[in-house]
């Protein structure tokens, strides 16, 4: 019973990933491009590259679980550590197409750092947030547009959702 309910719940978050990954499929159909944050065994990054097979993948991760997931191939850029460490973030600036942040970014200025590998152009995507409004003002002040959600009535189980797009013109 137990494997089973190990099976039900993998294919459940597969199915939660590649359903993040379509939102920014619709916008921005082949990314060159893309890092994902808080990556872990980059199980999201695995999922997305069914519908984005000529995306570059990289992750970052506190841990060396990021390492693993380069090895098996899940990422082809493994970076371990926090995106608001300046000898990592140095090296990433404007060089994304996708950022995501599957959990609220914490602290704010994971969400600037994130905005600062971001290109002008790209989108942010943060999962899991549900407080859209109070992160509106400090992306619009960093440049970016907040997408409004495909699905504006918002279900108990749905998770929030945010996309930003950083304009051309953003720093």
């Avoid at 939102?23 to 159909?29: E, H, M, S």
Wanted: charged letters at 35%.
């Amino acid at each position: 019973m137990k494997r089973l309910r190990t099976r039900v719940s993998d294919l459940d978050r597969r199915r939660r990933h590649r359903s993040t990954a379509r939102a920014i499929l619709r916008l921005l159909p082949e990314p060159e491009s893309w890092l994902d944050v808080g990556t872990g065994d980059a199980r999201f990054p695995q999922a997305a590259k069914e519908l984005f097979p000529y995306t570059s993948f990289d992750g970052i991760d506190p841990t060396a679980r990021v390492e693993r997931a380069r090895e098996a191939d899940r990422v082809e850029e493994a970076y371990v550590g926090s995106l608001t460490d300046e000898r990592i973030a140095t090296g990433l600036r404007a060089r994304y197409d996708v950022v995501t942040l599957l959990r609220p970014p914490d602290p704010a200025d994971e969400l600037r750092a994130a905005l600062a590998v971001l290109r002008p152009g790209g989108y942010l995507l943060l999962e899991g947030v549900d407080a859209a409004e109070e992160l509106r003002a400090e992306l619009e002040s960093q440049g970016c547009t907040i997408l409004p959600p495909r699905n504006r009535r918002p279900r108990p189980w749905t998770t929030y959702r945010v996309i930003a797009h950083k304009e051309p013109s953003a720093p």
